[in-house]
């Protein structure tokens, strides 16, 4: 069985990104590490350890992560993070405080866990990529032993949601991004080019909902927070982005997406700092290490979303 790390800033889309995985049989999820993005590292894990306890899974440790990009001294959480999230990061839905506590060392858990379980792991970063990148740093040789790292952020054939070029969770870090992209770690891009296809409405929350359960009932408020955000500031779609779950799709299941093999950078200087696009340096490389997901099946990501979160939720009572 695959052994899955889930590094999250946990907002909306995290905690759906944590039903699934727990929803998954394929895969084991052995640990969850914090980061900052959507709200605080600090109010991140917090909100990881009340979800995984509502969820009916308080065996899933949480670790603390670095809580800033690597080429800044702190951070502050964009008020447009807290209009879409909500100011505690899951939609200002009041669900209890865990009584475990979230562990120190999250960087040393990802390159422990590695260590351990070899090609058998997978590791979904679901915002900025501060804390993958600091593990490779710390452990160089994780690149060749880690099975995979399928993350979501960047935008390659579509335009990006911070600027015309720029994916909200490569801006938080782009020279973090860079770093991992370019170090030959085997790694999917699961970005704004397939996620903005897989949307959520009321309708698929009040399934939740009519579940009667303390989890369908939390999942359905926080979700709709969510899709309420979404319909002022893409009013569009018709429904919220999908984002993280999909990530963790694509880890229990790769034929989700097809992917085009191309080795990748982020730009880091000048007016496209935050881009996500091909590696003029590398392109011609026999060997690609990254793929970009370019199409996803709509449909049987929805149902796979939609079967696995509710029968998780249904259960947990």
């Known amino acids: 069985m695959k052994k899955l790390i889930l590094d999250l800033d946990t907002g909306v889309d995290d905690t759906l990104a944590i039903a699934y995985a727990l929803g998954s049989p394929e895969?084991?999820?052995?640990?969850?590490?914090g980061t900052?993005?959507?709200?605080?590292?600090?109010?991140?894990?917090?909100?990881?350890?009340?979800i995984t306890d509502i969820l009916g899974h308080p065996e899933v440790p949480v670790y603390k992560g670095l809580p800033h990009a690597s080429t800044k001294?702190?951070?502050?959480?964009?008020?447009?993070?807290?209009?879409?999230?909500?100011?505690?990061?899951?939609?200002?839905?009041?669900?209890?405080?865990?009584?475990?506590?979230?562990?120190d060392g999250g960087v040393d858990f990802i390159v422990d866990a590695v260590k351990t379980y070899g090609?058998?792991?997978?590791?979904?970063?679901?915002?900025?990529?501060?804390?993958?990148?600091?593990?490779?740093?710390?452990?160089?040789?994780?690149?060749?032993?880690?099975?995979?790292?399928v993350l979501m952020g960047g935008a390659l054939t579509v335009p990006g949601n911070v600027n015309a070029w720029t994916e909200a969770?490569?801006?938080?870090?782009?020279?973090?991004?860079n770093f991992v992209f370019r170090s030959g770690v085997p790694a999917t891009m699961v970005g704004l080019d397939v996620t903005l296809q897989t949307l959520l409405t009321y309708k698929e929350t009040r399934r939740w909902r009519d579940l009667g359960t303390a989890a369908g009932k939390a999942l359905a408020d926080i979700t709709d927070?969510?899709?309420?955000?979404?319909?002022?500031?893409?009013?569009?779609?018709?429904?919220?982005?999908?984002?993280?779950?999909?990530?963790?799709?694509?880890?229990?299941?790769?034929?989700?997406?097809?992917?085009?093999?191309?080795?990748?950078?982020?730009?880091?200087?000048?007016?496209?700092?935050?881009?996500?696009?091909?590696?003029?340096?590398?392109?011609?490389?026999?060997?690609?290490?990254?793929?970009?997901?370019?199409?996803?099946?709509?449909?049987?990501?929805?149902?796979?979303?939609?079967?696995?979160?509710?029968?998780?939720?249904?259960?947990?009572?």
Do not use: W
Not at 27 to 33: A, D, M, N
Not at 36 to 50: C, H, P, S
Not at 120 to 145: C, F, M, S, Y
Not at 265 to 294: C, F, H, S, Y
């Open 27 to 33: 895969v084991e999820l052995i640990g969850i590490t």
């Open 73 to 103: 001294d702190g951070f502050e959480v964009l008020p447009i993070s807290a209009f879409i999230h909500g100011e505690n990061g899951i939609g200002d839905v009041e669900i209890p405080d865990s009584g475990r506590d979230a562990q």
């Open 225 to 317: 927070f969510y899709i309420k955000a979404y319909e002022t500031t893409a009013p569009h779609l018709g429904g919220c982005g999908l984002h993280d779950p999909l990530a963790v799709g694509v880890a229990v299941d790769p034929t989700l997406v097809t992917c085009l093999p191309i080795n990748m950078k982020v730009d880091v200087d000048g007016p496209t700092r935050g881009r996500t696009i091909g590696d003029e340096q590398r392109l011609n490389d026999p060997v690609k290490t990254m793929e970009a997901a370019v199409q996803v099946d709509v449909d049987r990501f929805l149902d796979e979303f939609m079967t696995r979160i509710s029968n998780l939720a249904a259960a947990a009572k």
């Open 169 to 177: 969770n490569i801006s938080q870090d782009p020279d973090a991004a």
């Open 36 to 50: 900052y993005g959507n709200v605080l590292m600090e109010q991140g894990v917090r909100n990881a350890l009340a």
């Open 119 to 149: 090609k058998d792991l997978i590791i979904v970063p679901t915002g900025p990529q501060t804390n993958v990148a600091a593990a490779i740093r710390k452990a160089p040789e994780i690149v060749d032993e880690v099975g995979r790292i």
